[in-house]
């Protein structure tokens, strides 16, 4: 990755021991930030493991945007058409509904029983489908993450 702030990453930890999803995985965020700096790391699983909660960037004693070169190393990744297949699925609810991950009827229920209604989405207006759709396709998402 061409991203010099991350040149400026001594290695504190700090990132590491600040992710919650590392507590669980195996992603280890300090290890990504200093291998992306020495090779391409595009087909590391743990690139994806990454829930983009902002802990380790708002933490960063130096100010890295950590999260922000994730995101770099996934599109760069994407371009080379690498990504998971669980993250392809997501992609492909995206497209098809205009949710990454559509409500159903039972959440819907849930939701109508809790007084929530409907969020402010695509869910509670369908014609703006179409308009997520062309903004999509204008950005060529859907030939990037389809196989």
Not at 49 to 57: A, F, H, I, L, P
Not at 59 to 73: A, H, N, S
Request: hydrophobic share 30%; glycine share 4%.
């Amino acid at each position: 990755m061409k991203n010099p702030e991350i040149l400026t990453c001594f290695q504190c930890g700090t990132c590491h021991a600040s992710c919650p999803s590392g507590k669980y995985t195996s992603l280890n965020v300090r290890k990504i930030i200093r291998d992306s700096t020495r090779k391409d790391i595009s087909e590391e699983p743990e690139l994806w493991m990454c829930t983009t909660c902002y802990n380790c960037q708002e933490r960063c004693p130096r100010g890295i945007k950590v999260t922000d070169c994730v995101l770099t190393l996934r599109s760069e990744a994407v371009k080379k058409g690498i990504i998971l297949p669980a993250h392809r699925k997501v992609c492909a609810f995206l497209i098809e509904t205009g949710h990454a991950i559509p409500l159903d009827e039972k959440h819907n229920s849930i939701r109508e029983k809790l007084g929530l209604g409907m969020p402010e989405t695509v869910s509670k207006y369908p014609k703006a489908l179409k308009e997520v759709k062309t903004l999509l396709n204008s950005t060529k998402f859907p030939e990037l993450v389809n196989e």
